[in-house]
C-alpha cells in the first residue's frame, strides 16, 4: 500500500522566518508527487513534481523531489501570516493515478 | 473557466436519509475523484471516475455509498440511510486527461443529526 509521511506535524514561526517541510513516499507505481495548501476552504494546488533534481518556483515557495530517497522538501523563504495553513503531500500513483494524501504539515507563521 | 463546483455547500440530513452530493469538474476535465475528511483526519481517496466508468473505486465503502459520473451533467456522490459517523467534508477535485494536476471544489460539508 503506497504511503505518505509529512514531517513536522506542526511548526511555528515569526514572520520573515524560512521554513523547510519534508514528505517521504513509500509507492508501487510513482506518477507524480504534488504539493497543496489548505486553509479552511479546499486544497488550493502549489505544485507537481515528476522529475527528480529539478526545482519548482512560485514566488517565495519551492519544491524538489528526489525519487533516489523517495522523498520531497517544500521551501517557504521570508514566510507571512497568510502562509499559515496546513500543507499537503500528495502522491500520485498507479494506472488509475490514486491519490494518496499525508497527514499534512500544520504551519502558523506569528506576526 | 470556473473551477470545479460542489454544490451543495452545506448539508444536514437525519439519520436514514438519503445524501446527494454534486461535483461539476473544470470545463474540458473527464477525470473526477471523491474525497472524504473526517474530522481531526486527512483526505481519505473515495472513489475514481471518468466519464459514465469508475475506474478506482477501492476507497468507498461497500454499503450505502455509491457514486456515478454520467455523460452529461455533474458527478454525483450518494449515501443512502446515512448516519453521525457519515458526516463529513467531502471533496471533488477533477483533472484533464494524462498526469494533470487535480483541481479541488470547495467541499460538502454533510452533518448528520
Known amino acids: 500500500e503506497d504511503k505518505v509521511v509529512q514531517s513536522p506535524l506542526s511548526l511555528v514561526v515569526h514572520e520573515g522566518d524560512t521554513v523547510t517541510l519534508n514528505c517521504s513516499y513509500e509507492?508501487?507505481?510513482?506518477?507524480?508527487l504534488l504539493w497543496y495548501k489548505q486553509e479552511k476552504k479546499a486544497p488550493t494546488f502549489l505544485f507537481m513534481l515528476?522529475?527528480?533534481?529539478i526545482e519548482k518556483k512560485s514566488g517565495r515557495l519551492s519544491s524538489i523531489l528526489d525519487k533516489k530517497e523517495l522523498s520531497s522538501i517544500l521551501n517557504i523563504t521570508a514566510t507571512q501570516t497568510g502562509d499559515s495553513a496546513i500543507y499537503l503531500c500528495?502522491?500520485?500513483?498507479?494506472?488509475?493515478?490514486?491519490?494518496?494524501f499525508g497527514s499534512g504539515t500544520q504551519l502558523t507563521v506569528l506576526p | 473557466n470556473a473551477g470545479v463546483m460542489q454544490n451543495p455547500r452545506h448539508l444536514v440530513r437525519r439519520r436514514g436519509q438519503e445524501a446527494r452530493l454534486r461535483c461539476s469538474p473544470m470545463?474540458?476535465?473527464?477525470?473526477v475523484y471523491w474525497y472524504r475528511q473526517l474530522p481531526e483526519e486527512g483526505l481519505k481517496f473515495m472513489v475514481y471516475?471518468?466519464?459514465?466508468?469508475?475506474?478506482?473505486e477501492s476507497g468507498m465503502p461497500k454499503e450505502r455509498f455509491s457514486a456515478e459520473f454520467p455523460k452529461e451533467g455533474p458527478s454525483i456522490l450518494r449515501i443512502q440511510q446515512v448516519v453521525r459517523g457519515d458526516s463529513a467534508a467531502y471533496f471533488c477535485?477533477?483533472?484533464?486527461?494524462?498526469?494533470?494536476?487535480?483541481?479541488f471544489g470547495q467541499g460538502t460539508r454533510l452533518t448528520v443529526v
Open positions: 477535485a477533477s483533472s484533464g486527461a494524462g498526469d494533470a494536476e487535480a483541481f
Open positions: 509507492v508501487t507505481n510513482f506518477r507524480s
Open positions: 471516475l471518468q466519464k459514465e466508468n469508475i475506474i478506482d
Open positions: 470545463k474540458g476535465h473527464s477525470h
Open positions: 500528495v502522491l500520485s500513483s498507479g494506472s488509475a493515478r490514486q491519490l494518496t
Open positions: 515528476t522529475s527528480s533534481g
